[in-house]
């Protein structure tokens, strides 16, 4: 990595750390280059904007959704197990400090236009299809039933997953952990081939 | 309505507008004086404060929620009729321009402390509360099975609502609503007495 790189590369860590508590439009490059002890023109050259940097940091919180929560579960047994594996490590990147950087940063972009929602977007539908693409695995194995629509299995996943992260972040409800396993048993119960119903 | 509570309705209703778009932190007393051609000083007598204002428009939210989509739905026939009515109205409620004020409320409030979030969590606490209580209803009327949790019935119904939000306006699916219908159809079915099973 080249120093440039590597200066980048920080920036782009205290900021991704800084959006997941305060948010993209918490960002500044101003307050970010006092942090860093770098100068606000240098910051500048690296990301020419206030919006490029949020694409940056979106780009960042991708890049390491990917390598905590997509890579470790892809190192599960293909089919249910790998959709399981998927489950668990979403649900504990939302428990991090802060929480989902993606929820919040929906919340914060959807009435908006421009290169950092559709940075955003990109970003979620990647991950979905990541899901359809482990559920249709699962359907090859002959884990899921044939007439499953993967997508339509990632969109109610996906919806517990929210569910799950408004109930524990916010609600602070002492049982989400355990609604929300019956919840996704349920799911992946429904999904099941017909000869695995009891596995 | 004495005048002092018409001008208090009148900054509590262009106030809730300000935050369902640009969020309770978009809410400023100088900015909405301005706006509604008061002194700075006549709207801290009405609030005190911009939390005191903050609690106040989430209250008034939870006014417009109930007067929107609770009562409605409770029209609608005891038992599953009256769940179905309930999930179609709050779909609705998510789909006035700038979304559910209360997903953005929470994702705005979810890292604080103090009277704002505090009012929340009681909004959502008693609209899952109401949630239930349909739930129970569906129950005794012989819709929904004996051995269905309330609570964790509504727990799915509240994830689906979320991910039918995040689909809907955030990436725009166009099949958003057949996915919220198939879900829902779903959960619906698996909360069913057996003898109703083909109802």
């Not at 100068?39 to 919006?51: A, N, V, Y």
């Not at 890049?63 to 489950?87: I, K, N, S, W, Y």
């Not at 991950?127 to 990632?154: M, S």
């Amino acid at each position: 990595m080249s120093k440039g790189e590597a200066t980048r590369q920080a920036i782009l860590a205290r900021a991704f750390e800084v959006a997941t508590i305060e948010g993209l439009q918490g960002l500044s490059i101003g307050r970010l280059a006092e942090e860093l002890g770098l100068s606000k023109s240098g910051l500048f050259r690296h990301f020419g904007s206030k919006e490029a940097l949020q694409v940056a940091v979106i780009e960042e919180a991708g890049r390491l959704f990917v390598q905590d929560t997509l890579l470790p579960a892809l190192r599960a047994a293909r089919g249910e197990p790998r959709v399981r594996a998927l489950f668990h490590r979403w649900i504990e990147w939302g428990n991090r400090p802060g929480g989902c950087f993606f929820i919040a940063a929906v919340a914060e972009l959807d009435d908006r236009t421009g290169p950092a929602r559709d940075a955003l977007v990109r970003a979620q539908n990647a991950w979905i299809d990541e899901i359809a693409l482990a559920v249709r695995i699962a359907k090859d194995e002959g884990h899921f039933r044939d007439d499953l629509d993967p997508h339509q299995f990632a969109f109610e996943l996906y919806s517990l997953m929210l569910g799950s992260h408004l109930y524990g972040r916010f609600l602070r409800d002492p049982a989400v952990a355990t609604r929300t396993r019956r919840a996704f048993d349920s799911l992946i119960g429904s999904a099941r081939a017909p000869d695995r119903k009891r596995a």
